[in-house]
């Protein structure tokens, strides 16, 4: 290599590792990756595809933006829990309680006395609170993991009584069946597909009864010749010699108290005044907090279930509790706020942005999602888009955010329902890139 040749200009590594931008990636990414983008900008100028001066930027500009691998999306196709992108996001007050316990915190700690404390009571406290008839309750790391510590702390090696219309396939291929089965738990099948009545359950009901387990079918309806047996109507169930039957209600979206938009949507309040023993729903869903699993119950009950082997396996950190604690005392939710938004509230943020973009505004129905209130439509408004455009939205674009719209009858949509106000612009600016590329990419 010649004295005069341009290599000779490209910076040693540890002086690129050493500028700031640099030296922050590594703090923030590991020292390894932010090396091997260096070599490989190196060696890129070696090759002559960039000039010397271009390395270190070229060596930032092929660091990942996140430390996580996780993409943040702006959710505009009108589905509120949606499970691929992470069910229910969570509230800033949520949020800033997450950052606030990253840290050691005194999840299970008494400050007062410098000891072992009861962990998660802030969170329990919360929930209590939200459902005054709960005597007791317990979080556990999903509503499947729930109802698999409520069945086998109730019933593990005794028959569970079902209704065979409730038994339900939860998504992803889990079935009920092989969920309660797997605590060691008998299942016993009652009634139809389409109709139970009281008097199946009376008689299945034996000294070998462990629980009878009332399952909401969250993510579809039964409509026609049906008939199901209400809580009220199982709160009395009693074995042969005279002890009650423990009902366990799997209300599955989260919701703890009476929502007037959500009018046939159980709720943990209401079952446990109903007749429950014990209820479990999951957190992340109409709740609008982390994946979390609830359980709410009789006081003896819920302890039981807390003293299980189990239940130490399943239990959540300090970062769920955190979130959920904040999520139930949060006044209100990202999830109920874009649930309770109605068509008229949502019209005029979509005009804005078509106005913006030249496009059109359609009628469109969004869903709430997740297993909850399946069927119950969403009137709102969304932008229409050609297809090519939408599927541009999914592409990460350098300072622009990801957009997951939908397509429906040929053409875009994108619905507000789902985007905060205060990211607007941002979603402006993608639809924009977007749409300039799809024009470009029909242009011969």
């Not at 950052?99 to 929930?127: F, H, I, K």
């Not at 299980?308 to 209100?332: I, N, W, Y």
């Not at 993608?430 to 029909?442: I, K």
Request: include cysteine.
């Amino acid at each position: 290599m010649s004295q005069d040749d341009p290599r000779r200009a490209i910076p040693r590594t540890d002086a690129l590792l050493a500028e700031p931008p640099l030296a922050a990636a590594a703090a923030r990414l590991g020292r390894p990756p932010v090396r091997a983008a260096v070599t490989d900008a190196q060696d890129r100028a070696r090759r002559g595809e960039i000039g010397p001066d271009e390395v270190a930027a070229a060596a930032l500009a092929a660091l990942p933006r996140r430390a996580s691998t996780l993409t943040p999306v702006l959710n505009a196709t009108g589905v509120v829990v949606h499970t691929n992108l992470g069910r229910a996001p969570l509230s800033p007050a949520a949020v800033e309680a997450v950052v606030e316990a990253a840290g050691y915190c005194d999840v299970e700690l008494d400050l007062g006395t410098g000891g072992r404390g009861p962990r998660g009571q802030g969170a329990r406290a919360a929930l209590l609170e939200a459902v005054p008839g709960a005597g007791d309750a317990l979080v556990v790391n999903n509503g499947a993991a729930a109802l698999v510590l409520a069945t086998t702390a109730l019933a593990a090696g005794r028959e569970v009584v079902v209704s065979r219309g409730e038994m339900v396939e939860i998504g992803d291929g889990f079935r009920l069946p092989d969920l309660v089965a797997s605590t060691g738990a008998r299942l016993r099948e009652v009634g139809t597909t389409n109709r139970t009545h009281p008097q199946d359950y009376a008689d299945a009901v034996g000294p070998d009864t462990g629980c009878v387990l009332k399952v909401h079918p969250s993510n579809f309806r039964v409509e026609g010749f049906v008939c199901a047996v209400g809580l009220p109507e199982l709160r009395d169930l009693r074995r042969p010699d005279g002890s009650r039957v423990p009902l366990v209600a799997d209300i599955g979206s989260g919701l703890l108290a009476p929502d007037p938009v959500l009018r046939d949507e159980p709720d943990a309040g209401t079952a446990l005044r109903d007749g429950a023993t014990v209820v479990t729903a999951s957190g992340d869903k109409l709740l609008g907090g982390p994946q979390a699993g609830l359980v709410l119950g009789e006081e003896d009950a819920v302890r039981r279930l807390r003293r299980h082997p189990l239940a130490r396996s399943l239990r959540v950190d300090k970062l769920t509790l955190a979130a959920l604690e904040a999520s139930v005392r949060a006044p209100s939710t990202p999830v109920r706020d874009a649930v309770h938004a109605t068509a008229d509230e949502l019209r005029p943020r979509v005009e804005r942005l078509a106005t913006a973009l030249g496009r059109e505004v359609v009628p469109v129905t969004g869903r709430v999602g997740g297993g909850g209130a399946p069927g119950m439509p969403l009137p709102g408004w969304a932008v229409e888009l050609p297809v090519e455009a939408v599927v541009r939205l999914r592409e990460p674009a350098h300072g622009l955010p990801v957009v997951l719209a939908r397509v429906e009858g040929g053409r875009g949509l994108v619905d507000v329902r789902c985007i905060p106000e205060d990211r607007e612009d941002d979603l402006l600016a993608a639809l924009r890139a977007a749409l300039d590329e799809a024009t470009e990419g029909r242009t011969p």
